[in-house]
């Protein structure tokens, strides 16, 4: 096999044809040039701001993780070609990054949320539907001086520097409706009730009043003027409890346990019991609290209490504000939480969440921003055009629709592309 040199134009990412057409269907480009358009502004202006957030939005959709990754990019003909016939210095990409502020970062959160939104289109209408929201947290270990970043609780570099971002994502659609970027030394607690409130709002002017709301999140949600925000607005709040020495003698002087379940011996592997236990600050805030907890026998997983002589059991302890549903009900919801840590993940090794661009925190903030952008972009591009591939993980979805060889040729004045017949791209064209 002899290697020649290839007279025609071929590019590795095709699908970036569809997908941007999407995107300015649905108001990216418009969205852009309109809360961003004003941070670059006169005549000698040759890349502007709304250009530049669309460049990096097609970089990251393809899999780039750092503007750097424009060098490679810029050896496409396409990509090249959607960029307006030049790419940006890398300097001047930085620069751009770092000229956010607090205004610019709150209308890139928000247009971001916006987008997650969308796939929530008809949830108004349905009758009895249930909608859960959950809250989590993250460490991102940063190597360098990084600006905001800081000394935190750390579990895989110790004493290493990070970020502790907050993210917020509807269940039934995976999509993320919220996000804070923090330094590695911030936790969640009681200053983060307004950033609660706020997303909570923002879904319900999505969804309506009537769909039936469950805020969940880990035992770092156990504040009372979070749940205070939650219960206020005509939603439930499931949460992991503090096991605190005052619930731990509520639960050790407890005797009703209803059995759930019982091994071949028949005896009791599962339990849950109602627990009468409120705290004083939950009283003095007038908050309606359920403590249940569930305690099941298997001495080699979760944390083991010893509450009682006759065996150790693993125990997990529930709050929340709904006062009716079977207590083994509430147990799946929150269980059903879980799903939230597959979605970190692939932002993280996906749309490499983890990986700052710059010195300067609202640049890392704006990135980090710009990556979940663009996954809910994602996300509705496959539900609207390729709704059988709605269970992929981003990077095969990456593979089949995006990073897609084509030849690209011109035909009078306008170019053309050529992708494989047997291709996805091929199919939606």
Partial sequence: MRVEPGKEAITGYAGLVSFGAYLKQVGVDDQFQRLFGDMKTGSQVVYPMDA????????????????????ALAADPLFVHLAGGTVPCLDTVYRDLARFDGPSINALESMMAHHGLALLAGWERKRNAVMHLDFDTTVLPVFGALQGAAVGPNPRYHGRPSYHPV????????????????????SFGDDDAPTVARI???????????????????AAFDCTEVL???????????????????????????TRW???????????????????????????????????????????KGHQLCLWDDVEYSIQVIITNDMHSPAVELLQRYRDRAGIEPLIGELKYGHGLGEMPSTTFVANHAAMLLKMLVHNLLRRFVDEHHPSLKPWRVPWLRRALLVVPARLSRRGRSHVLHPAASSLVQQLE
């Fill in 200 to 218: 909570i709002d923002r879904l319900r002017e999505t969804t309506g009043p009537n769909v039936t709301l469950y805020v969940r999140g880990d």
């Fill in 228 to 254: 205070r925000q939650i219960h206020v607005r005509g939603a439930y709040f499931l949460t992991k409890a503090h096991v605190t020495q005052d619930l731990q003698a509520a639960m050790a002087y407890t």
């Fill in 258 to 300: 209803n059995t759930l379940d019982r091994d071949a011996d028949n005896k009791p592997t599962l339990q849950y019991a109602e627990i009468s236990f409120a705290r004083q600050e939950w009283q003095r805030a007038g908050l309606p609290t359920r403590v249940i907890a569930f305690r099941w026998r298997d001495r080699n």
């Fill in 52 to 71: 530049q957030l669309r460049l990096l939005t097609d970089a990251y959709a393809v899999g780039e993780h750092r503007p750097f990754g424009l060098e």
């Fill in 167 to 186: 993210l917020a994502r509807v269940a039934e659609t995976d999509a993320l409706v919220g996000a804070l970027l923090r330094g590695g030394d911030t």
